[in-house]
């Protein structure tokens, strides 16, 4: 597990470290660009091993502790003999205690230090080409939208990276101009090749756009105290009580998985009812049934329309099948309430949603499950739609509720438009969680997973070969399958997206990225769930130097 944090708390871990602990901020910044300055001449290193000869280095700095970091890296650069210079952007004698220190000891060593005009002058000449640029204009004090001669700087640097004048953009700590917390672009941000992060992962490099534009991501331990040694007035901040630590799972995640004890039977790993599919849709019922019983789950029973009976039947012969007809509902529903009540009780998990459709019928039918289940209950899709439709039943959510919405279905349910919960995704979620007491799956590329207690989980595995039909059924049967083998409801919904994704990059390592089905999404869950056999294609991003599970 690997901790995220949002700008203000990692301000607050600064302020900790420098003056409750007594570590002066200067030897956090100098350990902050040396690990700058490394993954720098890693990159301007030839085959060979040495630096290759006249490998230039601009760093473009902003006046606060991000800019400072960037002079500093620059003069280890230039001291270790690579031509680094610096470029400063706005007004330097406003610059912080740090950075006016940082400034003086760059040119105390006489090195080249340009003005943005001299730089934009060199630039319109053609004169600015660089193997790599250091973009250290702003970091996690970036608090407004990006303007003037900020935005233009920031377009003139993606602009060179464009035409091939800058071969990398290292962008020191997040990449300018993306929100520490939310990963939005504030007007304009920087596009880099790698980002060098010190302390811990920031939220805005893992929700996107911030995470495209981060490149490669390396987390620095510059020395500071665990987070969990902070007291919780100075963890939580003046304000933010209400924002715990976020998280995101890697491949050592998977050992939360029970084992799978030999002295056992079907019944030992979770009865799942998929309560799914409609007359003309019952591939949503078969992927959410497969992707449980790939998941391990005992026992998997489907409770679907009549017209869906063979096809299921003939694909997934190891389900049982409870069917119904339309009018048996409508007509019957005493009945029906019985037949319902019945499956209740015999399900340990109950998935209810997937392909059902949005006929008449599907409103008593949500009614029903949602007043009788006295187990989890994973809702998705039609499911979702009914509720924003009928929001009476919303009454009926409980604490063992997890929904599963995409970004339509959650506008659906919340009246906000998709690009207001596109931009806050965790606050969209964690209130929803909150308001409502439940589990809440908000799906993105970067799905973020919020509990009723308040945790964050956002999710950093996956590959876009799964935006395709089908993905968010597998993803049903994937969380009830392991609410089956006795996971919590956070814990299921945490991993369940974790392994939904890892299995994604294993099957489209297979199919490549176009050809990938959410069938083969479903084939790859016992691979994905196998920490030992699979690797992990988002480790190669997700590179931490440090990280706490080797901590
Ligand atoms: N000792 C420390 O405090 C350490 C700080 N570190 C670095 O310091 C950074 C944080 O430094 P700061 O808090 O000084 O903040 P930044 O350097 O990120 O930038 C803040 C400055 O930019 C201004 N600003 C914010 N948004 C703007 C906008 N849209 N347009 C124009 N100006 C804007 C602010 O008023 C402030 O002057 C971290 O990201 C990290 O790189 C690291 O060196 C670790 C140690
Ligand atoms: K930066």
Redesign the pocket.
Known sequence: MRTLVTGKQ??AV?AHA?TTIGIP??V??ER??FAVAREVKGILKEEAGRLAPGASVWSVC????????GIAAARMLFLEGVSAGVVLI?QPE?G?E?FLQQLKIARNLGMEILSREQWEELCSQGGMRCRVLID?I??????????GA?AECIRRINGLRQEGAVECVAA???PSGVHSDTGQV??EAVSADLTVT?GWEKRGTVLYPGRSLAGRVVVEN?GFPPLDSLKPEVRDGEDEEEIPYACTYGPGDLERIPERAAYSNKGTFGKVLIVAGSENMCGAAYLSALAAYRTGAGLVKLLTVEENRLILQSRLPEAILVTYTAGQLMEGREEFRKLIDEQCRWADVVVLGPGLGCGAYVEYLVEDILTMACSPVVVDADGLNTIAAHPYLTSYYTENIIITPHLGEMARLTGQSIPQIRENLVETAAEYAAHYGLTCVLKDAATVVASREGGIYMNTSGTSAMAKAGSGDVLTGIIAGLLGLGMDETESARLGVYIHGRAGELAAEKTGCHGMLASDLAEAIGSAMDGKKAGNAAESVWQSRDSEEKR
Do not use: C, W
Request: proline share 0%; no cysteine.
């Open positions: 990692m301000k600064d420098i901020s200067m956090l910044m902050a660009a902003g006046t606060g502790n991000n800019g400072a970091d706005g406003k912080t740090e250290a702003f970091g996690v004090g970036l608090s407004r939208q990006v303007q900020y020191v700590d997040i504030m007007g010190f510059i």
